[in-house]
């Protein structure tokens, strides 16, 4: 099992563009059209299937929100920090 990180290493490690919201990271990445959104969630859910590591993904025209926890520790850990950065390398 993977180690919950503390509030300090989550502060420190947390990628740019998101937030903490309780025992989840959350961002909401913006697009022009609804097309362009499902292609970033078809490109994240192959990221998170490598990783075998799944977020919750919620798409509306226009935006994709993505929440990553790890459920099987209780809480963050490097796994979610990790996916959340590569999720803003394809979002870049």
Not at 14 to 29: A, C, F, K, M
Not at 35 to 52: M, Q
């Amino acid at each position: 099992m993977t180690d919950v990180l503390s509030d300090e290493e989550i502060s420190e490690q947390l990628p740019d563009g998101w937030d903490r919201d309780g025992d989840e990271i959350v961002r909401t990445y913006e697009f022009d059209s609804y097309l362009d959104g499902i292609g970033f969630a078809s490109g994240a859910a192959g990221l998170a299937e490598e990783a075998w590591h799944h977020p919750e993904m919620t798409i509306t025209w226009g935006e994709v929100e993505v929440r990553l926890t790890t459920h099987d520790a209780g809480g963050l850990t490097a796994k979610d920090m990790d996916l959340a950065a590569r999720f803003n390398e394809i979002y870049d």
